[in-house]
């Protein structure tokens, strides 16, 4: 099949607008974690993950007929710097700041969420069309962005910072293994925890103080469930 016309408004629809929106997030989050702006750029990632989210969701309601892979390249490509690089720049930049006498060994763990994360997207695209399971094949990217920006936002770290960077260090390389393994996740369909979920990440985007003992309710609670999908122990 020739491509006669290879203008961008030929390829470009209203879903890749949105996962622009993604991409865009995670660059602010980068920008915003080499500066220091370690929760900021951690709710960045989440603002990611929510227009990564409605990409599809919008493609599916317009019925939109992506024949030459245009969408699912940009997607994945947007899910690459924000799902890959972003979190391991913020891990790298949490380091620093908290334990910089592990700054090394975050540079590998950072390094490490970005190859395994390119590698599951890579194998993604090329075994999407081919599956006969309406799942994943791996944990999905987003998931472990979600796993290091609200393990951040719990607030875990005032509390004892080498503990703290060992159980991100720990928790990154558990969920890098799992993106690329074989492992079979089935989509997430309980209304009532993505509703649960979707109230999580509103309280946590806006400035509403529900703390105790100085960790942040909302963001452990969204942790703990991200956790659960991770382990794949929703059934």
């Not at 993604?22 to 989050?29: A, K, V």
């Not at 700054?103 to 390094?111: A, P, R």
């Not at 260090?169 to 925890?193: E, G, Q, T």
């Amino acid at each position: 099949m020739r491509i006669k016309n290879t203008n961008m408004g030929s390829f470009l629809s209203i879903p890749d607008l949105i996962s622009l929106l993604n991409l865009s997030f995670g660059f602010i989050s980068i920008l915003l974690a080499i500066n220091g702006f370690i929760r900021f750029s951690a709710i960045a990632i989440i603002f990611a993950i929510i227009f990564d989210s409605a990409d599809g969701w919008v493609a599916r309601k317009i019925g939109r007929n992506d024949e030459y892979g245009f969408g699912k390249n940009i997607d994945s490509l947007s899910d690459v710097v924000s799902f890959g690089v972003a979190p391991g720049i913020l891990l790298y930049s949490v380091c620093a700041v908290n334990t910089p006498e592990l700054i090394y060994i975050s540079v590998f763990i950072s390094l490490f969420i970005v190859i395994t994360g390119v590698l599951r997207l890579t194998r993604y695209n090329v075994i999407a069309d081919y599956l006969d399971f309406k799942g994943f094949i791996g944990l999905p990217i987003p998931a472990t962005a979600m796993l290091i920006s609200t393990f951040i936002l719990t607030g875990i770290f005032h509390i004892n910072s080498i503990v703290s960077i060992s159980i991100i260090f720990s928790l990154m390389l558990i969920s890098s293994i799992l993106m690329v393994s074989n492992i079979r996740y089935s989509k997430f369909n309980n209304i009532k925890i993505i509703i649960i979920a979707l109230i999580l990440i509103l309280l946590i985007i806006i400035p509403i103080p529900i703390s105790y003992n100085r960790i942040d309710v909302p963001a452990t609670i969204l942790f703990i469930l991200t956790l659960i999908f991770a382990l794949n122990l929703f059934k």
